[in-house]
């Protein structure tokens, strides 16, 4: 039969089980491990995690949301596993020889009806956040970006400079950002569905047919950053790797203008001051390379 300290042996069990998840919640977000001074990340050593090493905002928010996660469902793991082992110790034949007759326990039956409809709400008000921060992109973006997927490898525009760069997998051609900017992603595919996954950025959307999906970053931290295709899209799916190198505003411009780019005026002379360079003789290349 149960008994009083039966009663309080389960609360303590269920508060230990809680106290178990919210140990595990604390792990899983300690597995954060910034970057040493200097140790940013390198083509030869790319932080592809977003738990370990967010370099975006929604990276963050979505490694402290797997953490709350864990905290909230955890005691559902913990707390019934240790209840089993107490049960089937405490209610055996041998030390209950007499069983309960009882078949009812309407407040316990309110409590795992409750409880487990606030831990769902627990669980989706934070994720609803998340996921809308996530989809809202910038209104007036830094800078544009159009994703295209193709068989099999990716390819980048900058329309703003009519900057076109292909990544085939190798890393030859990267995608090179300018840290600490809004940035929009335009994406969309030719044949198949692609998914650009870059894991550091906590950034995967649908590039597919027939339309243009929008995704964004702002990354915080300097470094080459890869990801890779996220749908099977075709043979040489395991070679549609994605190469990202954030780097300074004013090395992100130096690579403008090794890739040709044609500058809009009123952004001349601002790159001709961050350059060191005269702002005519920015003006005259710009020109040239639009009459050519």
Same mark, same amino acid.
């Given at each position: 039969?149960?008994?009083?300290? @039966?009663i309080r042996n389960l609360v303590a069990i269920w508060v230990v089980g809680t106290l178990l998840a919210?140990?595990?919640?604390? *792990?899983?977000?300690?597995?954060?491990?910034?970057?040493?001074?200097?140790?940013?990340?390198?083509?030869?050593?790319?932080?592809t995690n977003w738990i370990f090493q967010p370099s975006t905002t929604v990276a963050e928010m979505v !490694?402290?949301?797997?953490?709350?996660? &864990?905290?909230?469902?955890?005691?559902?793991?913990?707390?019934?596993? /240790?209840? *089993?082992?107490?049960?089937?110790?405490?209610?055996?034949?041998?030390?209950?020889? &007499?069983?309960?007759?009882?078949?009812?326990?309407?407040? *316990?039956?309110?409590?795992?009806?409750?409880?487990?409809?606030?831990?769902?709400?627990?669980?989706?008000?934070?994720?609803?956040?998340?996921?809308?921060?996530? +989809?809202?992109?910038?209104?007036?973006?830094?800078?544009?970006?159009?994703?295209?997927?193709?068989?099999?490898? =990716?390819?980048?525009? $900058?329309?703003?400079? @009519?900057?076109?760069?292909?990544? +085939?997998?190798?890393?030859? @051609?990267?995608?090179?950002?300018?840290? #600490?900017?809004? /940035?929009?992603?335009?994406?969309?595919?030719?044949?198949?569905?692609?998914? =650009? =996954?870059?894991?550091?950025?906590?950034?995967?959307?649908?590039? /597919?047919?027939?339309?243009?999906?929008?995704? =964004?970053? !702002?990354?915080?931290? +300097?470094?080459?950053?890869?990801?890779?295709?996220?749908? $099977?899209?075709?043979?040489?799916?395991?070679?549609? $790797?994605?190469?990202?190198?954030?780097?300074?505003?004013?090395?992100?411009?130096?690579?403008?203008?090794?890739?040709?780019?044609?500058?809009?005026?009123?952004?001349?002379?601002?790159?001709?001051? $961050?350059?060191?360079? #005269?702002?005519?003789?920015?003006?005259?290349?710009?020109?040239?390379?639009?009459?050519?």
């Open positions: 039969m149960f008994k009083d300290k @039966d919210f140990a595990s919640a604390a *792990l899983v977000y300690s597995f954060y491990s910034p970057a040493a001074p200097g140790g940013s990340p390198t083509e030869t050593s790319p932080i !490694r402290v949301n797997t953490a709350w996660t &864990v905290a909230v469902i955890f005691p559902f793991l913990f707390a019934p596993i /240790i209840t *089993l082992l107490y049960i089937i110790g405490r209610f055996n034949e041998k030390n209950n020889p &007499v069983p309960a007759t009882f078949h009812e326990h309407l407040p *316990l039956e309110v409590f795992w009806t409750i409880v487990p409809a606030v831990v769902l709400v627990a669980m989706a008000v934070p994720a609803y956040g998340v996921l809308r921060y996530m +989809e809202k992109p910038p209104t007036k973006p830094d800078l544009v970006v159009d994703v295209v997927g193709a068989q099999f490898y =990716w390819q980048y525009t $900058l329309p703003k400079y @009519d900057v076109t760069v292909t990544d +085939e997998g190798d890393g030859k @051609d990267p995608l090179v950002l300018p840290v #600490d900017k809004a /940035i929009l992603l335009n994406g969309q595919s030719f044949q198949v569905n692609h998914a =650009w =996954w870059v894991p550091a950025f906590g950034v995967k959307f649908d590039v /597919i047919p027939g339309r243009i999906n929008t995704s =964004w970053i !702002r990354t915080k931290r +300097e470094g080459s950053y890869k990801g890779q295709c996220a749908e $099977l899209c075709g043979t040489l799916h395991a070679y549609m $790797l994605i190469h990202v190198n954030v780097v300074p505003e004013k090395e992100f411009y130096q690579w403008l203008k090794k890739k040709g780019a044609k500058f809009p005026p009123e952004e001349q002379e601002y790159v001709a001051a $961050l350059l060191g360079e #005269d702002v005519t003789a920015t003006a005259l290349a710009t020109s040239t390379t639009t009459n050519h």
